[in-house]
């Protein structure tokens, strides 16, 4: 699958069109390892260091496309990775911050990152399942790895109201989950069965 095939397959698919701008404004072989860069656009996901992967392009597109990102939205990233997922935040928001635990990934990310063009997000080395309290609230909080049974309270806790949540989320099944904050209620919907990294708690690598 070359890119033109991924983008007329999330146009099949009915995704915001916004989404797949977002999607094509991206170059994902700038965000894989070189020797992987003519598999970029497989719609796969891919080894990165660290035992971690880069998404496939179509449930990132997915994933976005749940969290209605908004001109003027703060989001935050949780599992920077490659930073390709940041990279297509940034396309519809207005500032995006990218927890990583892993130095190594983090490092790597920022400069492909800066490379694209992407000023509008921040790399962070930090606990994901803290979040970032210091840039809070966030209309939009992206994890990008799996959370077991629940979600973490402090990114709970640092979501703004009407802001939503998207996280794969593992109890028994892995499923894709969206939480909504509507002032002190939280709805939450599920929308399918992932397969994603376990989210590490704990200082930096």
Do not use: K
């Not at 892995?174 to 002032?183: K, Y």
């Amino acid at each position: 699958m070359g890119r033109e095939d991924l983008l007329a397959s999330l146009q099949r698919r009915g995704l915001d069109p916004r989404v797949i701008d977002a999607v094509a404004h991206v170059d994902r072989a700038r965000f894989v390892p070189g020797d992987l860069r003519g598999r970029a656009w497989e719609d796969n996901a891919l080894p990165l260091a660290a035992g971690q992967t880069i998404s496939q392009p179509s449930l990132v597109a997915y994933m976005v496309a749940l969290l209605d990102v908004r001109p003027g939205d703060r989001v935050l990233d949780v599992g920077t990775g490659s930073g390709y997922h940041a990279a297509v935040l940034a396309q519809l928001a207005a500032e995006v911050f990218s927890v990583e635990v892993h130095a190594e990934l983090a490092e790597a990310a920022l400069r492909c990152l800066r490379a694209t063009g992407c000023d509008n997000v921040t790399v962070q080395l930090a606990d994901g399942t803290q979040g970032l309290a210091e840039h809070a609230p966030y209309d939009a909080i992206n994890v990008a790895a799996a959370v077991e049974g629940t979600l973490p309270p402090a990114l709970v806790e640092q979501l703004a109201d009407g802001g939503r949540i998207v996280a794969p989320v593992r109890d028994g099944d892995e499923r894709l989950v969206v939480v909504r904050r509507h002032g002190d209620r939280l709805e939450r919907s599920e929308h399918g069965t992932v397969r994603f990294v376990p989210l590490l708690r704990g200082r930096p690598v």
